[in-house]
């Protein structure tokens, strides 16, 4: 894949939804989420960025050290990849959640692959039950299960596919920068994710990371 490949990890958000503080600092035994992460991804990549809140700026920096380059959050989860983005020159990056730290080395590759082939790529999930498009309270068209896909992380992009993903989509908000590359008119490839990549928002979803998760994957 040469040696040019970074990756962005967004951290920039607070927990207030789960009401323990930043989910990357949270512990899971010996480690934190954040150091379970980047034992994931260190033997990737040429260079991991992590986005902070600023403050938690110097929390990071000690529990990191010199394995990431840690810098001030944006707003949003788009402004901190942009942030990111422009600290950085790969040729290739991976974007992944900081609050789905259970990521398999595996499945970080395939999407690095499929990204460095095709220039655009990400973990989808086939779900279990048909999908619904939901309009303003109302379900107005159903998605069969075999061509609905429940986006995952990582995703990954080729610095051309985002450059020319930025040319085209200028001055125009979106919610992800997969949303900024499939509007663009960019197809993503398909890289079948797992359901152990469970993202940590709730209560609920760090009970079944501390009870389930960890434990199946021998975190202690």
């Known amino acids: 894949m040469g040696h040019d490949i970074a990756a962005l990890i967004p951290a920039a958000g607070k927990g207030e939804r789960l009401g ?28 991991i960025y992590i986005t902070a809140p600023i403050e938690y700026l110097e929390q990071y920096r000690e529990l990191v050290g ?21 600290d950085c020159d790969a040729e290739l990056v991976l974007v992944h959640d900081a609050s789905m730290p259970f990521v398999s080395r595996s499945l970080c590759a395939e999407v690095l692959a499929a ?19 939901a309009f303003q309270g109302r379900v107005v068209s159903r ?52 359901a152990e990549n469970i993202k940590i928002t709730t209560p609920l979803d760090w009970l079944i990371a501390q009870k389930v998760i960890a434990p199946m ?3 202690t």
Not at 20 to 47: F, H, N, Q, S
Not at 66 to 86: F, P, V
Not at 151 to 178: D, H, N, T, W
């Open 217 to 219: 994957l021998g975190i």
């Open 115 to 133: 990204a460095a082939r095709d220039g655009a790529a990400g973990a989808f999930l086939e779900p279990v039950l048909p999908a619904g498009y």
């Open 20 to 47: 323990l503080g930043p989910k990357p600092l949270l512990r899971l035994g010996d480690c934190a989420l954040i150091e379970i992460l980047l034992d994931t991804l260190e033997p990737l990549v040429d260079g």
């Open 143 to 194: 998605w069969s299960r075999d061509n609905a896909r429940l986006f995952q992380s990582p995703q990954g992009f080729s610095r051309s596919c985002l450059e020319s993903v930025k040319a085209s989509c200028a001055g125009k908000g979106y919610q992800s920068i997969a949303d900024r590359v499939i509007k663009a008119g960019f197809a993503m490839t398909e890289v079948p994710g797992c």
């Open 66 to 86: 010199s394995r990431a380059e840690i810098l001030i959050g944006g707003e949003t989860r788009q402004e901190s990849i942009e942030i990111m983005l422009r």
